[in-house]
């Protein structure tokens, strides 16, 4: 079992920066893959970034430029540098992280409003 703890959610003006972090415990020597989705109102949940434990990285292509995912293995934790926020980008946005099952965290609502 692997637990998810998430901060760094906020309220900010188009344009504005923001960081989320997300902290892995339990079971995290089986972590493969962490990352982050995100989940508007109506909408499905859509995949947003992931890192694998080797450091490659991929972008949904709507943020490709503007957010950096990154990972620090000693301390179980991803991070999801999001800068130049678009209103599009308002969203709960959810840690994920894969071992042989898929782990989410409790959420974390990111709104980009002036």
């Known amino acids: 079992q692997v637990q998810l703890v998430e901060s760094g959610g906020g309220l900010v003006q188009p344009g504005g920066s923001l960081r989320l972090s997300c902290t892995a415990s339990?079971?995290?020597?089986?972590?493969?893959?962490m990352g982050w989705f995100r989940q508007a109102p109506g909408n499905q949940r859509e995949w947003v970034a992931s890192?694998?434990?080797?450091?490659?990285?991929a972008y949904v292509d709507s943020v490709k430029g503007r957010f950096t995912i990154s990972r620090d293995n000693a301390n179980n934790t991803v991070y999801l540098q999001m800068n130049s926020l678009k209103p599009g980008d308002t969203a709960v946005y959810y840690c994920?992280?894969?071992?042989?099952?898929?782990?989410w965290g409790q959420g974390t609502q990111v709104t980009v409003s002036s």
């Open positions: 890192i694998s434990v080797g450091g490659n990285t």
């Open positions: 339990g079971s995290t020597f089986s972590i493969e893959i």
């Open positions: 994920w992280v894969y071992t042989h099952d898929n782990y």
